[in-house]
Nanobody
Framework: VQLQASGGGLVQAGGSLRLSCAASGRTFSTYPMGWFRQATGKEREFVAGIRWSGGNTYYADSVKGRFTISRDNAKNTVYLQMNSLKPEDTAVYYC??????????????????WGQGTQVTVSS
């Protein structure tokens, strides 16, 4: 599985960005996907996850109500819509695939493949 994340950039606090993650190599529609982020000097943390069908989603408390994860299986793409961005959202954002199946999870060790990351910077 190859994952290509894009859509990062510099935005002012309160602004919005939409990240995309294009997948190739295996049947995209059969496995959960997740977004993680890693700020400088911190561990990589879970942001949001989505079931293979798109019907179930799961969010970190820090982004609930502001971020929305979605997927388009016809386009082999998962999205992360980020609204009301805060400076503390600044990080490199990674998409990940859990190709062995199972439910969506916030445990990064359960994800098998990772994209290269896209930088999100929120200025105050």
């Amino acid at each position: 599985v190859q994952l290509q994340a894009s859509g990062g950039g510099l935005v002012q606090a309160g602004g919005s960005l939409r990240l995309s993650c294009a997948a190739s190599g295996r049947t995209f529609s059969t496995y959960p996907m997740g977004w993680f982020r890693q700020a400088t000097g911190k561990e990589r943390e879970f942001v949001a996850g989505i079931r293979w069908s798109g019907g179930n989603t799961y969010y970190a408390d820090s982004v609930k109500g502001r971020f929305t994860i979605s997927r388009d299986n016809a386009k082999n793409t998962v999205y992360l819509q980020m609204n009301s961005l805060k400076p503390e959202d600044t990080a490199v954002y990674y998409c990940a695939a859990r190709v062995n199946g199972g439910s969506i999870t916030g445990d990064r060790n359960e994800y098998n493949y990772w994209g290269q990351g896209t930088q999100v910077t929120v200025s105050s």
